[in-house]
């Protein structure tokens, strides 16, 4: 596979190829920690994936092998968030996490060494995880004095359940790529060199899959979670293919050409 770089970013890569769009975290120095900046080009990106017709899978990494994410950049951790050039705090990632549920593509997230505190929960938010066999899983916020209480936890219970989510929680502890997917928290793990393959194989299988049908299940996946903000994504689904009809067309017609619409010919199907 020969990945092309789509745009040019400071602390992210995003490459193209075949279908996939390939979207890595590139701050190995830090453990692939996010700043504002960085977040800021993850969310430029994933809606670029999402205007593009013809992606259909993302791969989520992580610039080498130790790291997936630790999360937030702790040294730019300020006064209510995490501090930007503009000297603005933010807690940009929530964003990014939410667009994550709500593209209407899958995404993969693959994780090579540590997936920690809200780069776990990064993972946690694509739909699938392939884990190399060197990853370590956990959360440090009670430790390091922040909690994502939002997807973090409820997320992560309706994952692997209650009891398992709240020890990850309130003890702090890692685990590696076997305990995790003992847990269902991960789909596969896999030996270190076999990673991006995998998610990969995982990726064009999907892609060999009917758009719409896969489309409609990930949404169909967060409604109940999400609410009417899940709702609003699958009937706006739900409308993208009305508007596709015969049907919603003879309403539109009939406005523009100022008569009545006429819609006996279209059946009440049971
Ligand atoms: O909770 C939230 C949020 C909640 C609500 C809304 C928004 C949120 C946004 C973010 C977050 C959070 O992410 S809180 C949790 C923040 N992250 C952590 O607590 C993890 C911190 N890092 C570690 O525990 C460890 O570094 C590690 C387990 C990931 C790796 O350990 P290792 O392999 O022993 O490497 P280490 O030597 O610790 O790290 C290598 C370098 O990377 C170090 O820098 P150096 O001494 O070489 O200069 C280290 O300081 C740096 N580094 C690692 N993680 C971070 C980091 N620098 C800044 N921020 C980091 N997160």
């Known amino acids: 596979i020969f ?3 789509v745009c040019d970013y400071e602390d992210i890569i995003y490459e193209k190829a075949q279908g996939i769009a390939k979207i890595t975290i590139n701050r ?5 920690a996010f700043r504002p900046k960085t977040v800021t080009e993850l969310i430029d990106a994933f809606a670029r994936v999402r205007d593009d017709a013809e992606v259909g899978v993302v791969i989520f990494t992580g610039q080498g092998e130790q790291a997936f994410c630790s999360g937030g950049d702790q040294r730019v951790r300020g006064q209510g968030g995490y ?3 503009d000297k603005i705090p933010r807690l940009n990632v929530l964003d990014l996490q939410r667009q994550i549920r709500l593209l209407p593509k899958v995404v993969i997230a693959a994780v090579a060494g540590y997936a920690i505190g809200g ?3 990064l993972h946690l938010v694509c739909d699938l995880t392939i884990a190399a066999d060197n990853a370590v899983f956990g959360q440090t916020g ?5 909690f994502d209480a939002g997807y973090g936890t409820g ?3 309706r994952t692997i359940g209650m009891k ?7 003890l702090c502890r890692q685990y590696s790529a076997q305990e995790a997917y003992d847990m269902g928290l991960v789909n596969k793990v896999v030996p270190l060199a076999q990673l991006q393959q995998e998610a990969i194989d995982w990726a064009q299988e999907i892609l060999a899959k009917s758009p719409m049908a896969i489309r409609f299940l990930k949404a169909s996946f967060n409604v109940d979670t999400d609410g009417l903000a899940g709702l609003q994504q699958m009937a706006g689904d739900a409308t993208m293919m009305y508007y596709m009809t015969e049907e919603a067309h003879e309403g539109k017609n009939a406005f523009l050409e100022k008569r009545n619409p006429d819609f006996s010919k279209f059946p009440r199907l049971p």
């Open 3 to 5: 990945w092309e770089k």
């Open 28 to 32: 190995p120095e830090v453990r692939n």
């Open 83 to 85: 501090v930007g050039d």
């Open 119 to 121: 780069g776990h929960v």
């Open 142 to 146: 009670p430790r390091v004095g922040s």
């Open 155 to 157: 997320l992560m219970a």
């Open 164 to 170: 398992r989510a709240k020890e990850i929680w309130f």
